[in-house]
Every structure is written in C-alpha cells, then in structure tokens.
C-alpha cells in the first residue's frame, strides 16, 4: 500500500470514527453517578424511628432556650 492508497482508505474511514467530546463523556458519568445515587437510596432505605435532639451537657447552653 502506497501513500496515495492510505489517504484514501482514511478519507473513507474518516466518516466512521466520531470526534471525541469531552463534555458529553463528562455528562454521561455525572449522569450515572446521580442515577445510582438514586437507585441505591431507594433500594437500600431502611427505617429510622424520630430523631431526638440531645444536648451535650458538657457545652455551654445558653439560657434563653431552656425557658
């Protein structure tokens, strides 16, 4: 195969490799990463009674609130 033979099988070829695009690959992973996000919270939820506010008795608690 000559020069002007592998210009010519690139210049067919050319049409079948797409440009690379960075943003889109980027996007595509963000995508992905949120999906599963969402996914494994609602497959892997578990139930959890009401949350109690305790407050640490060795911090300064101001006044104002215990009223």
Do not use: C
Not at 1 to 30: C, F, H, S
């Amino acid at each position: 195969m000559d020069q002007r033979d592998q210009e010519l099988l690139n210049k067919q070829m050319r049409w079948l490799i797409p440009p690379r695009n960075d943003a889109v690959i980027g996007y595509t992973i963000l995508a992905a990463f949120f999906a599963g996000m969402m996914l494994g919270s609602v497959l892997f939820a578990y139930n959890v009674g009401p949350m109690r506010l305790t407050l640490n008795h060795d911090a300064a608690v101001p006044t104002a609130f215990l009223n």
